[in-house]
């Protein structure tokens, strides 16, 4: 990939880049519920001014941004010391996996909320017994009348407190093979039979659910890419999530090194020679992340779909990430251990890096199998 940018793309960096300096999001809040509310605010400033979903095709309300130009959006956004926006999921999963697989009518109901953050969407695919192995999933749906009764639980269903639609994937038929019998459905999440039960995390924030959802009813128009098709269509929303994130993932890593090396500066420790290597370290694993997250896009412009770059730049980022979380508690003695301050923060968040968005033993055997070509595990 040349990285370069065109004049295009510095005509379009430069009119972000002013938007961001007129629209400050303002001081980061600590509260759950008020930092929510702040990424939600935010959204609505990003989609009034046009830049909620740079990469969405411009007759969705997007602004058909190409690759390049997404990877600057979300550099900048990084720059800006700017959040995501609240709607993450429905932005960059939920909505890119209705433009390929749902109905046109589909695409006119649900869209636009997604976009403006009037819906907030959650991703229900984990089961207490289905993670790593989605199709393993038991959850069911059976069909009554205009629609389909569904039953099961789902688990570390991140924002589901505040979502109106769920991207549930069901067993819809228990007969068939393990990855045929599921279905893509979404499911409205303001009705009684769907319990939100928010899991208390190391951090002490409720960033994830339990669901518990006793015969919730799913109108027959929220079926998603047709009756037992459910596992193609969840590969496109998992193969958004890895591509979309990926790349704000280097942005976010570089913030908080720049962050670290402040820190270190203002206690005169720069010149030690242990802590001067070990920022070094990190500052060389930074700049390979962020050329394999553009690598990454070559990728994508290559062959349309995102390709094992985004489960490297993943495994790298949470590395990397728990490293220097490790290295400022170092740093900073006690003070990264205090309650509420940010550093004690990160150093607790970091342990679910290597969790989220797939763990870093499933993205070494996807690095292992289709990079190196080695045996899939498990098999003779
Ligand atoms: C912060 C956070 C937010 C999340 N948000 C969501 C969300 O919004 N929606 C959602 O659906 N899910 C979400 N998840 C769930 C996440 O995607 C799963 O945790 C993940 O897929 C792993 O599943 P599991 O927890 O069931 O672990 P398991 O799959 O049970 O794995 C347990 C351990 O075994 C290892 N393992 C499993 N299979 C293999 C194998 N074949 N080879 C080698 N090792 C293996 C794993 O690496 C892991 O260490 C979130 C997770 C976190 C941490």
Redesign the pocket.
């Known amino acids: 990939m040349d990285l370069t940018f065109s004049e295009g793309e510095l005509a379009f960096r430069d009119e972000l880049r002013a938007w961001l300096a007129a629209n400050d999001p303002g001081p980061e809040p600590s509260a759950e519920r008020a930092h929510y509310a702040w990424r939600r605010e935010f959204q609505r400033r990003l989609y009034e001014g046009g830049w909620a979903a740079v990469h969405w095709p411009v007759e969705h309300g997007g602004r058909g941004a190409t690759l390049t130009e997404s990877a600057i959006f979300f550099e900048e956004l990084g720059r800006a010391r700017a959040p995501l926006a609240a709607n993450v999921l429905g932005l960059l999963l939920g909505g890119p996996t209705l433009m390929v697989w749902g109905t046109d009518e589909q695409k006119d109901r649900f869209l636009g909320p997604i976009l403006s953050g009037e819906e907030i969407w ?5 089961e207490p017994d289905a ?3 989605l199709a393993a999933l038991k959850t069911r749906a059976v069909p009554d009348g205009e629609g389909w009764r569904v039953t099961g639980q ?1 688990v ?3 924002g589901a407190q505040y979502s109106k639609w769920c991207m549930l994937v069901a067993r819809t038929d228990g007969a068939a093979a393990k990855h045929k019998g599921l279905t893509y459905f979404l499911m409205d999440m303001e009705q009684e039979a769907v319990q939100v039960r928010p899991l208390r995390q190391i951090t002490g924030e409720s ?2 659910n339990e669901l518990f959802i006793e015969d919730a009813f799913i109108a027959g128009d929220c079926v998603v890419g047709g009756v037992g098709n459910g596992w193609k269509v969840a590969l496109t929303t998992l193969m958004n999530e890895r591509a979309g994130l990926a790349f704000f993932l280097q942005v976010l890593l570089r913030r908080s090194l720049d962050d670290l090396i402040d820190a270190a500066a203002a206690r005169g420790l720069l010149s030690d020679d242990v802590v001067a290597d070990r920022l070094g370290a990190l500052h060389v694993k930074a700049e390979i992340l962020r050329l394999t997250a553009y690598r990454g896009l070559t990728a994508i412009e290559r062959y349309g779909q995102p390709g094992p770059e985004g489960s490297l730049t993943k495994w790298m980022w949470s590395d990397a990430n728990q490293e220097l979380v490790q290295l400022a508690a170092d740093i900073l003695g006690p003070e990264a251990l205090t309650q509420g301050s940010r550093w004690g923060y990160e150093l607790l968040r970091a342990r ?1 890096n290597s ?8 993205l070494k ?1 996807i690095v292992a199998e289709r990079v190196l070509g080695l045996p899939r ?1 498990g098999r003779e």
């Not at 959650?122 to 984990?126: A, I, K, L, V």
């Not at 969790?355 to 499933?362: D, K, L, V, W």
């Open positions: 959650c991703q229900g695919f984990s993670g790593s192995d789902k570390w269903t991140s960033e994830f679910g969790i989220e968005g797939g763990t870093t033993e499933i055997n595990a």
